[in-house]
């Protein structure tokens, strides 16, 4: 029995209204009838055209470019959801931004990750339902349930496929140090060694490889990240892969940022193919025959049925 709210709507903001759409198709409903834009003076507005007293509620937002705009955006939405005497907020966020900004990486760093926890919470969510995050442990800056899925096992499947017979031929390989736990668990869905670039940072959005560790030659390659934004790691990582002899270079990333020149890297580098969710929507500027693009709404869809049954979303982390 449904403790909670007597119904489920789904409502949108700007940023990914194809995503939530493609949720509501999933889950045989429709896309609530909510109207959110701006004033002349760049102020955000929300209509809300229909009840949504007593109802389970699902804001699908994820905070990408433009950031700031597209979080303000989830906020308002909350709060006016929560003065309309909504029964239960779910924030669901596909691309949590400011992700990066998790810890104090030198003096005086802001922790901008635990903010937007608390002014989430605060706006009035009573959950969060978001994908591969940064560092797991933004879930604990939430003061609220935070569902935290995972998108490897979708890329995984597809390179399963895609490499099947010639596991002895292919290697997972991290883009740096601090993603190795990450291309572990990934090379073992596929049962494939792993290699690590070492690379060091002089500076944001900058890298520079000193070192590959493992084994490439004559090996097909995939590169594994949660994010690509400028794109600098990952091509120059790829570059690395093909001169010290590696036969085939492709990427993924479960959050495909692209921002500054990430499509021109990419264009020009030697990566066959990058593979990205749909947690952030491509611009058709972005649309290249590069990259490939996979859909979660399914999964997410899943997990909000899953939520609003109250029933377990744990089987889906894996």
Same mark, same amino acid.
Do not use: W
């Given at each position: 029995?449904?403790?909670?709210?007597?119904?489920?709507?789904?409502?949108?903001?700007?940023?990914?209204?194809?995503?939530?759409?493609?949720?509501?198709?999933?889950?045989?409903?429709?896309?609530?009838?909510?109207?959110?834009?701006?004033?002349?003076?760049?102020?955000?507005?929300?209509?809300?055209?229909?009840?949504?007293?007593?109802?389970?509620?699902? &804001?699908?937002?994820?905070?990408?470019?433009?950031?700031?705009?597209?979080?303000?955006?989830?906020?308002?939405?909350?709060?006016?959801?929560?003065?309309?005497?909504?029964?239960?907020?779910?924030?669901?966020?596909?691309?949590?931004?400011?992700?990066?900004?998790?810890?104090?990486?030198?003096?005086?760093?802001?922790?901008?990750?635990?903010?937007?926890?608390?002014?989430?919470?605060?706006?009035?969510?009573?959950?969060?339902?978001?994908?591969? @995050?940064?560092?797991?442990?933004?879930?604990?800056?939430?003061?609220?349930?935070?569902?935290?899925?995972?998108?490897?096992?979708?890329?995984?499947?597809?390179?399963?496929?895609?490499?099947?017979?010639?596991?002895?031929?292919?290697?997972?390989?991290?883009?740096?140090?601090?993603?190795?736990?990450?291309?572990?668990?990934?090379?073992?869905? &596929?049962?494939?060694?792993?290699?690590?670039?070492?690379?060091?940072?002089?500076?944001?959005?900058?890298?520079?490889?000193?070192?590959?560790?493992?084994?490439?030659?004559?090996?097909?390659?995939?590169?594994?990240?949660?994010?690509?934004?400028?794109?600098?790691?990952?091509?120059?990582?790829?570059?690395?892969?093909?001169?010290?002899?590696?036969?085939?270079?492709?990427?993924?990333?479960?959050?495909?940022? @692209?921002?500054?020149?990430?499509?021109?890297?990419?264009?020009?580098?030697?990566?066959?193919?990058?593979?990205?969710?749909?947690?952030?929507?491509?611009?058709?500027?972005?649309?290249?025959?590069?990259?490939?693009?996979?859909?979660?709404?399914?999964?997410?869809?899943?997990?909000?049925?899953?939520?609003?049954?109250?029933?377990?979303?744990?089987?889906?982390?894996?």
């Amino acid at each position: 029995m449904i403790a909670h709210g007597n119904n489920i709507k789904i409502f949108t903001a700007n940023s990914n209204p194809a995503f939530a759409q493609a949720i509501a198709d999933k889950l045989g409903t429709k896309v609530g009838d909510a109207q959110v834009g701006k004033f002349s003076d760049g102020e955000i507005f929300v209509n809300i055209n229909e009840t949504v007293r007593g109802a389970d509620v699902f &804001i699908v937002q994820s905070t990408c470019s433009p950031v700031n705009d597209n979080l303000m955006e989830l906020l308002i939405m909350i709060d006016a959801f929560k003065r309309a005497s909504a029964g239960r907020i779910t924030a669901v966020i596909p691309y949590f931004g400011y992700a990066r900004q998790e810890r104090k990486a030198k003096a005086r760093d802001p922790i901008s990750a635990k903010l937007c926890a608390d002014i989430i919470t605060t706006a009035g969510a009573d959950r969060v339902l978001t994908m591969d @995050l940064h560092a797991a442990q933004i879930q604990g800056f939430f003061d609220i349930p935070v569902d935290h899925l995972l998108g490897a096992p979708i890329l995984a499947n597809y390179y399963k496929e895609k490499f099947a017979g010639k596991e002895a031929d292919t290697v997972v390989v991290s883009p740096d140090l601090g993603s190795v736990t990450r291309a572990r668990k990934f090379a073992s869905k &596929i049962d494939v060694p792993i290699a690590i670039i070492d690379k060091r940072r002089p500076k944001a959005n900058v890298s520079e490889v000193m070192n590959i560790i493992g084994d490439i030659k004559d090996k097909n390659v995939i590169l594994v990240d949660d994010m690509i934004d400028t794109a600098g790691t990952i091509v120059n990582g790829a570059k690395a892969l093909k001169d010290r002899g590696a036969k085939s270079v492709f990427a993924c990333c479960s959050h495909a940022v @692209l921002s500054g020149p990430a499509i021109e890297r990419i264009s020009n580098s030697v990566i066959e193919e990058l593979l990205v969710l749909d947690t952030v929507p491509l611009t058709p500027e972005k649309q290249i025959d590069k990259i490939k693009v996979l859909s979660v709404a399914p999964i997410f869809a899943e997990a909000i049925d899953r939520i609003y049954e109250d029933v377990s979303v744990s089987p889906l982390f894996d």
